[in-house]
Nanobody, 122 residues
């Protein structure tokens, strides 16, 4: 089993950068693909990015491609989301998730964190 805890959210201005972290417990972290999702208030959840078990493959939603970067450090049991050129539409609660593969849908992930709020003011 994997427990996930996100951190790094906050209030920033449009154009700023922010780095989210997701700390994982458990010895099997390196076996899991990791994903980031987000949910804005009043909207459906949205896929953001995913990375495979060893960090050699990544995939991004079109809305964040070129601005966000997902990475992981298996030695530290952590996954990160570097967010640059933030826009007001990036405002949401961001969740990290662990699953068996690089899925694009939430049902493909087995473990979830509690989320961290990112608010981008225009």
């Amino acid at each position: 089993q994997v427990q996930l805890v996100e951190s790094g959210g906050g209030l920033v201005k449009a154009g700023d950068s922010l780095r989210l972290s997701c700390a994982a417990s458990g010895r099997t972290f390196s076996r899991y693909a990791m994903g980031w999702f987000r949910r804005a208030s009043g909207k459906e959840g949205e896929f953001v990015a995913t990375i495979n078990y060893n960090g050699t493959a990544t995939f991004y939603a079109d809305s964040v491609k070129g601005r966000f970067a997902i990475s992981r450090d298996n030695a530290k049991n952590a996954v990160y989301l570097q967010m640059n050129s933030l826009k007001s539409e990036d405002t949401a609660v961001y969740y990290c998730a662990a699953g068996s593969g690089m899925g694009l849908g939430p049902r493909e992930y087995d473990y979830w964190g509690q989320g961290t709020q990112v608010t981008v003011s225009s």
